[in-house]
């Protein structure tokens, strides 16, 4: 199976800081990468898929890159509703598998 | 409005079984491929279970297989997880989502959730 891990586990940032999660696969997955937000008690929420591609109706000010092993997700200018846990998750192969998460609180 | 809610879910005794359904709406059922994911009390998500649009193909997760099965009634727009033999670490919300392309492994959207509970 793809081992997933992401770093770091968690952070604290205020309002309209500039904030960065690192996703890396234990192999390759070419772009096959998606980034999900949850926040608590709800569904986790599509945000990126491809790596790279923003879903629809998402904020402009989430962006993903990477390919191969190592992926990022920047939040450009952090609002109070992305308070949140993110997570990645490997589409390559199944299984699917997902990072263990970022949590985003309030500095 | 593309939706999917899930039931079934409640409190049972380990070694015990519980079937949870997905009902889908706003969107042609049959043309998508399914998934159960869950996620254990303060934990990460954990993939469990694929189904492909016709039923014909199913992959479980190495936790789950031999105990659980996935299937769906496209007249019904429905889908089910028959979960038996049960152990304490199966305590989750379980969430259907769709695959919104095609073999892509992009889930979208995801249910509400449904929370079981084994436990004596």
């Known amino acids: 199976d793809i081992q997933m891990t992401q770093s770091p586990s968690s952070l604290s940032a205020s309002v309209g800081d500039r904030v960065t999660i690192t996703c890396r696969a234990s192999?390759?997955?070419?772009?096959?990468l998606n980034w999900y937000q949850q926040k608590p008690g709800k569904a986790p929420k599509l945000l990126i898929y491809?790596?790279?591609s923003l879903q629809s109706g998402v904020p402009s000010r989430f962006n993903g890159s990477g390919s191969g092993t190592v992926f990022t997700l920047t939040v450009s200018s952090l609002q109070g509703e992305d308070f949140a846990t993110y997570y990645c998750?490997?589409?390559?192969?199944?299984?699917?598998?997902f990072g263990p998460g970022t949590k985003v609180e309030i500095k | 409005e593309v939706q999917l809610v899930e039931s079934g879910g409640g409190l049972v005794q380990p070694g015990g079984s519980l079937r949870l359904s997905c009902a889908a709406s706003?969107?042609?059922?049959?043309?998508?491929?399914m998934y159960w994911v869950r996620q254990a009390p303060g934990k990460g998500l954990e993939w469990i279970s694929y189904?492909?649009?016709?039923?014909?193909?199913?992959y479980y997760g190495d936790s789950v297989k031999g105990r659980f099965t996935i299937s769906r009634d496209n007249a019904k727009n429905s889908l089910s997880l028959q979960m038996n033999s049960l152990r304490a670490e199966d305590t989750a919300v379980y969430y259907c989502?769709?695959?919104?392309?095609?073999?892509?492994?992009?889930?979208?959207?995801w249910g509400q959730g449904t929370l079981v509970t084994v436990s004596s």
């Open positions: 491809a790596a790279s």
């Open positions: 998750q490997q589409s390559y192969t199944i299984p699917v598998t």
């Open positions: 189904i492909s649009s016709t039923g014909s193909t199913m």
């Open positions: 192999q390759s997955i070419s772009s096959y």
């Open positions: 706003g969107f042609t059922f049959s043309s998508y491929e």
């Open positions: 989502a769709r695959d919104e392309m095609t073999g892509w492994c992009r889930f979208d959207p």
